[in-house]
């Protein structure tokens, strides 16, 4: 394809430049010939030196004739070097795209300059860096999600061979384990389920005005029995009379999700308050416990999927490592903003902030 593609180009500037070198040497003698031959029949009294006026036009014709191959000769070489230069970057564009094809995302483009050229080069290079992105975060979901489905499925599988050989009986107790092993992986599919939901380009929101305090309280309700049960305390500092224009369904998730995640990671006897209120341009909200808290270090991994930090925050805590990820797409989703204050023992604090213009308000 180089040669194909550089011969090509070569032929194309050479016929180019040829033909206009032809049409205007052609042109050029036509004329030299023409007003000779006027000045000759104009002024008989040059008929004696016509054998010099001969001469003159042959010369003139012949210097432009051998002007005119020069120049065809010089065109053929720059066209050669500039087909050249301009078919090698297409064509390890070619190569690259080749090997991205194969797998080889790592490749890359050298670019110089700022033309067109250059310019689909560094296209060509973004879109290698998040192919390659999207692979490694392809495998690392990959091999998360095997290793917190390998867990519970290992220990259903124990348990029901311990059963099958007698080891010991199917207690209430056993059972009431394995049901829970159960539940975790639902409850994993559904995360999963939801996330790829959110990540997919056909994922929009059904967003309307909604009263703000009015999801908070119903998010509230839905999740009242599990806080009384572990004798958390919940409650609300609502500024009233605040609207939003949002997706009402997905932002209860958000809030049924964060809410949870502070009851998980709260002793019993804690609290957990939720919070809103607005300033001149923004709305604030925020979901704060006095649970045990995440390391500062650790605070800006706590959004990425399957996020596990000290043994404190593991799986016997019952979260399947994606229910931040899935606030933050939803939060991002409706142009919000999220963030999480945090420390070891200091409970934690999630924020979000939403413009009230893009809410349309």
Not at 35 to 46: A, C, G, K, N, S
Not at 334 to 342: L, V
């Amino acid at each position: 394809m180089f040669r194909g593609l550089h011969a090509r180009l070569t032929v194309i500037f050479i016929l180019a430049a040829s033909s206009i070198l032809v049409i205007a040497g052609l042109i050029i003698m036509y004329e030299v010939h023409y007003h000779i031959t006027m000045f000759q029949r104009d002024v008989p009294e040059f008929q004696s030196i016509q054998p010099l006026t001969h001469h003159f036009e042959k010369a003139l014709l012949s210097s432009v004739l051998w002007t005119s191959i020069g120049a065809i000769i010089l065109v053929c070489i720059i066209s050669y070097f500039v087909a050249r230069n301009l078919s090698r970057p297409l064509v390890e564009m070619r190569k690259a795209a080749e090997k991205m094809s194969k797998g080889e995302l790592e490749v890359r483009i050298e670019t110089l300059g700022n033309d067109e050229l250059n310019e689909l080069g560094n296209s060509l290079n973004l879109l290698a860096s998040k192919l390659q992105l999207q692979e490694t975060s392809r495998k690392n979901m990959t091999s998360d999600i095997a290793h917190e489905l390998r867990t519970p499925l290992a220990t259903i599988k124990s348990h029901l061979e311990a059963f099958e050989d007698g080891v010991f009986l199917p207690t209430s107790d056993r059972i009431h384990s394995l049901k829970e092993e159960i539940e975790r992986l639902i409850s994993l599919v559904q995360d999963l389920e939801h996330l790829t939901a959110m990540e997919s380009p056909e994922f929009l929101l059904n967003k309307k005005q909604e009263k703000l305090n009015s999801i908070i309280t119903k998010s509230m309700d839905a999740v009242a029995g599990a806080f009384v049960q572990k004798e958390v305390t919940l409650h609300s500092e609502l500024q009233p009379n605040i609207e939003l224009n949002i997706d009402a369904k997905r932002f209860a998730q958000v809030l049924i999700n964060l809410l949870s995640n502070a009851l998980r990671y709260t002793p019993t006897g804690g609290q957990v308050i939720i919070s809103s209120h607005t300033d001149k341009d923004s709305v604030f909200l925020s979901v704060k416990d006095t649970g045990i808290g995440i390391p500062k270090e650790e605070i800006k991994q706590v959004f990425e999927r399957f996020y596990r930090g000290e043994k404190s925050r593991s799986r016997e805590h019952g979260g399947s490592g994606i229910g931040l990820t899935i606030v933050k797409r939803i939060v991002e989703a409706h142009d919000g903003q999220i963030w999480i204050n945090s420390g070891s023992g200091k409970g934690t604090e999630v924020n979000m902030k939403f413009n009230r213009e893009k809410a349309g308000i």
